[in-house]
């Protein structure tokens, strides 16, 4: 980002000063700013997105926030199982929590054969014979991230289908938690470059970077109420969901890599590509 010699931007929005850390949020109130975009849309948990969003904005944790992370059928087990292995009492942690969306060094600590037993638990029988293909990720090196629920898991248990006329490209583009840089902000909306998902009729890659018009808040009500030209910031659906720290973004981009390298080139049954194909 060019810096003007009054110490704003070029594009007249105040420099954010990199020395200053973001402030640490709760996990609880993290997995709210994360599971509110397709909870909206009406994709996954409980029906009370409005909830979600205020918690995630308001960052207050109570027993209200818990129950509803708990109606997330399809993150919560994720959660539970990565704090299992870490020793670690709380699913909403906010490590744990960070481990799924974004990635860190508690997904190292999966046990394979656990992990395995956990899928076959939650997945077989809504997989039916497609199962199999399912578990090929986990020799292949898979770890419960959430790229490996939208390129692993959701092509074998019917979650690319949709009556709102999106491709299944466009569905795990956007599932995937994304990264980008903030251009430029107006009222609830930014413009993001982000780098799309792309699809050559052989495999998934990241494509050049693009602007996006992304959402950050609802008449004013949204999770980062200073965000400003320059920031690298996660992505899920249409919406901003926080800002990543260099440490973060590292992470998410290697997990992101991992698995998609998993899905491309290591099992023999991708997916995807039987959905895009």
């Known amino acids: 980002m060019e810096i003007n010699a009054d110490g704003r931007s070029h594009r007249g929005l105040p420099a954010r000063d990199e020395r200053r850390p973001p402030p640490r949020l709760d996990g609880a109130s993290l997995f709210a700013r994360y599971a509110y975009p397709p909870n909206e849309l009406g994709y996954c948990g409980p029906p009370d997105h409005r909830a979600l969003l205020e918690y995630g904005a308001a960052g207050v944790v109570d027993p209200g926030l818990v129950q509803l992370a708990r109606g997330f059928d399809g993150a919560w087990p994720y959660l539970e199982l990565i704090a299992g292995e870490a020793g670690i009492p709380n699913p909403l942690d906010r490590r744990v929590v960070e ?45 419960p991230h959430h790229s490996f629920h939208v390129f692993g898991v959701y092509p074998w248990v019917g979650l690319l289908g949709s009556d ?60 980062l ?26 992470n998410l981009r290697a997990y992101t890599a991992r698995q998609l390298t998993i899905t491309n080139h290591e099992v023999a049954h991708p997916g995807p590509a039987a959905a895009l194909a």
């Open 99 to 143: 481990a799924y969306w974004v990635g860190n060094a508690l997904l190292d600590r999966i046990d394979m054969t656990r992990f395995g037993n956990s899928l076959t638990d939650r997945f077989r029988r809504r997989a039916g014979s497609s199962f199999g293909f399912l578990a090929e990720h986990v020799p292949a090196g898979a770890v």
């Open 164 to 223: 709102r006329g999106e491709t299944p490209l466009f569905v795990l583009d956007r599932c995937r938690i994304r990264w980008g840089t903030i251009v430029s902000l107006e009222a609830d909306q930014a413009i993001v470059r982000c780098k799309p998902l792309t699809w050559d009729g052989r495999a998934l890659a990241l494509g050049a970077p693009q602007l996006e018009t992304v959402t950050r808040a609802v008449s004013g009500v949204g999770f």
């Open 225 to 250: 109420a200073d965000l400003q030209a320059g920031d690298q910031v996660s992505l899920h659906w249409g919406w901003i969901c926080d800002r990543l720290t260099p440490s973060q973004l590292r």
